[in-house]
């Protein structure tokens, strides 16, 4: 059913929010070596104002796609930084995405993550190796169908999507910046895990924990 589908969105994003929330000022720590040390407080906002507008939806009428559009304007309405367009865009591109769709399974969780990535991508116009978020997004998605593909059940597809993202962030420790802030800093920033590519971890972890649990 098409209402429980968006009750189970809205718990994921709660649980984001919680995640970001607990994880803010390692996240800000992180920031302070390469940016302007406001990461984790411009993520907690930005899922905070989520959170709250998604309590305003009526769930017994809403589709999968009111919630990631509610999403998508409720973070771009709280966050003026670089990161509000790139995950309202993110959400926007998710919503098109499951546009019909009622039920919250492995396909729609995978086009989910695909189509944040490719939002992102087309929004900041990067790609892997530029040390930004994408470096944990992409791989996260290229996971996500390889596990699809693959037949893998819900702890396959999960485990395969969080140990993408997480091996693409740890990445970062060894790339120099070409976008965002970061890229202010060039040769300083190595040796950084990327703030943005860190809080995406902490996004797919919580939605890991948040939907296999429910599915």
Known sequence: MSENAARRLVSMFQAISEAVEAEKDHLSELDGAIGDADHGTTMSLGFLAVKAGLAKLDLDHAQISDVMATAAGAFLNAVGASTGPLYATAFRR??????????????????????????????????????????????????????????????????????????????????????????????????????????????????????????
């Not at 930004?132 to 693959?150: F, I, K, R, S």
């Not at 202010?184 to 943005?196: F, I, N």
């Open 94 to 215: 998710a919503a098109q995405a499951v546009a019909g769709k009622t039920d919250l399974d492995l396909a729609t969780c995978a086009a989910i993550i695909d189509a944040m990535g490719s939002g992102m991508r087309e929004r900041g116009k990067g790609q892997r190796g530029d040390k930004t978020m994408l470096d944990a997004w992409l791989p996260a998605a290229d996971a996500a169908a390889a596990a699809l593909a693959d037949n893998k059940g819900a702890d396959g597809f999960w485990r395969d999507v969080v140990a993408s993202a997480e091996a693409g962030a740890n990445a970062t420790r060894s790339m120099i910046a070409t976008k965002g802030r970061a890229a202010r800093v060039r040769e300083r920033s190595l040796g950084h895990v990327d703030p943005g590519a860190a809080s995406s971890v902490v996004i797919l972890r919580a939605m890991e924990s948040s939907l296999n649990r429910a599915a």
